[in-house]
């Protein structure tokens, strides 16, 4: 079965970076389409950025088109996820997961068939 482990987060004020990591293991990552969802306190969980098992096939949400990029490294079966430009309402938990179905679909979709356990990112002063 997929593994996921997120790792990256913390506290940043607003306008800083961090860079979100999802090590996969169990599966070989290129097999499967890799999400980034979020879910914070009273709000429903977003995808946040979705990519395929093509460099070129990636989707964003509107929200964070521009100031987050999507990248995986199938040498070390690892997605990243740089956050830029980072806002107070980007607080949240942001969770990982695997799928077979294409980047697109799964991020409208928010939908994953394995989840890691979540990475907490505040923004705040």
């Known amino acids: 079965q997929v593994q996921l482990v997120e790792s990256g987060g913390g506290l940043v004020q607003p306008g800083g970076s961090l860079r979100l990591s999802c090590a996969a293991s169990g599966y070989t990552l290129d097999d499967y389409a890799i999400g980034w969802f979020r879910q914070a306190p009273g709000k429903e969980r977003e995808g946040v950025s979705c990519?395929?098992?093509?460099?070129?096939?990636?989707y964003y949400a509107d929200f964070v088109r521009g100031r987050f990029t999507i990248s995986r490294d199938n040498a070390k079966n690892t997605v990243y996820l740089q956050m830029n430009s980072l806002k107070p309402e980007d607080t949240a938990v942001y969770y990982c997961a695997a799928d077979r179905f294409t980047a697109k679909a799964m991020c409208i979709m928010t939908s994953g068939d394995y989840w890691g356990q979540g990475t907490q990112v505040t923004v705040s002063s």
């Open positions: 990519i395929g098992s093509s460099d070129d096939s990636a």
